[in-house]
């Protein structure tokens, strides 16, 4: 079968050549607009040699992502075989689990595909254009193949509107989007219709973990809680008092209920809705300390252009925390914006504890849980960084 061909620039293909998945609209020499997008495309160099096959967008920064590198129809069986890959590797790596991400789109080798399984639940997004053509044989394949009982399309990113795709969110199978799941030390209630990304925050789930032994008797803060994971592992590990900020009222609902869930004791667990760097000049001004400390925020940029404005919030909640922490305490920090590197994020932890005149070492420096791979080319899939540090006093 014939496919359309897209042509780059000359000296444009390297980084392609090397693996990168992303073909830019400023590196094709024939970008034509009057091609639908989702198109299947064969990407050529200047002097026509075959890189990749993919899906083109006409209309978007990303002009190809490239699917495979061999002449390979992209079809049912193309797809079938990508996401049998990806299952494999996760039962291999969780063998006991029922809760993990299922397909984690570049690293996957199946760009803007992410699919999160919660037992015999899958919740599903389509971020591309190009995936987006292959919504049903998706869901063929994750019923007949998998025994999904219910798939739920959260169809609601940012992402879908620069491809020129409508958000929305619906059940496509069943009638089940609330899960009771267990990450090995807690449980949690999770709504897949309605909750943070797919329905939780998977790719913190081994770090959440980490801060477990640290809290014994200790008090602790959780800035940026969400639904509560650091603040349900704190407790898990016995913690005196947790306090947990978050600007979201539908997040500290959820952590309640989460409380409940597990049996922890709420006279144990503080909950303040509110900006997070309001309420740490508060608890500053207070002279509050706490021997554990947890920092998870959002990402601070989604562009590169944001960089300097996202490095400042970096260093702003980092300074805060080495000022209310105490003597021989933990901090655990967090950064999910891609655009920030691990030496970036560790020289910005520096220049707040140097401000603060405190001491540190780093016990851990960690990314994702390894159910969200990371593509060796593709530095965008390398976004989350988790430092453990212990403050020397």
Request: proline share 3%; glycine share 6%.
């Amino acid at each position: 079968m014939e496919y359309t061909k897209v042509n780059l620039k000359k000296k444009e293909e390297k980084r392609i050549v090397n693996g990168h998945l992303w073909v830019f609209s400023n590196e094709v020499t024939n970008l034509d607009r009057s091609l639908r997008a989702g198109t299947i495309v064969d990407v050529l160099s200047h002097d026509d040699k075959i890189l990749g096959r993919g899906v083109f967008n006409p209309h978007t920064l990303i002009a190809v992502r490239i699917f495979t590198t061999v002449n390979e129809k992209i079809d049912r069986d193309f797809f079938s075989k990508r996401i049998h890959q990806a299952a494999n590797l996760r039962k291999m790596i969780y063998p006991n689990k029922s809760v993990y991400r299922f397909v984690h789109g570049e690293s996957d080798l199946l760009p803007g595909l992410i699919v999160d399984k919660y037992n015999d639940s899958y919740s599903m997004q389509l971020n591309t254009a190009g995936i987006e053509e292959y919504q049903g044989v998706i869901i063929d394949i994750l019923k007949t193949d998998f025994g999904a009982q219910n798939i739920i399309l959260r169809n609601d990113t940012t992402a879908r509107e620069l491809e020129g795709l409508r958000r929305h969110k619906e059940i496509i199978i069943g009638d089940q989007s609330i899960q009771l799941v267990d990450d090995g030390f807690i449980k949690y209630k999770v709504d897949l219709l309605n909750g943070q990304k797919t329905g939780m925050y998977l790719d913190q789930v081994e770090n959440r973990h980490t801060i477990i032994p640290l809290c014994k008797d200790a008090k602790v803060l959780d800035c940026f809680c969400n639904d509560g994971g650091f603040s349900l592992a704190a407790l898990k590990g016995g913690a005196e008092r947790v306090t947990s900020i978050d600007i979201s009222s539908a997040a500290l609902k959820n952590y309640d209920e989460n409380l409940t869930l597990n049996e922890f004791d709420k006279e144990r667990a503080e909950t303040i809705e509110d900006d997070v760097f309001d309420q740490l000049k508060k608890i500053r001004d207070s002279e509050n300390k706490f021997d554990v400390i947890v920092l998870d925020p959002p990402s601070f940029t989604k562009s590169k252009k944001n960089i300097p404005q996202a490095k400042k919030g970096y260093y702003v909640v980092n300074h805060y925390a080495f000022n209310l922490i105490e003597k021989n305490g933990f901090i655990a920090t967090s950064s999910c914006s891609h655009h920030i590197g691990v030496e970036d994020f560790l020289e910005i932890i520096h220049t707040a504890a140097k401000k603060a005149k405190k001491k540190y070492t780093i016990l851990k420096i960690a990314g994702a849980a390894p159910d969200h791979p990371i593509h060796p080319k593709m530095p965008e899939t390398k976004y989350l960084k988790f430092v453990l540090i212990k403050v020397i006093e």
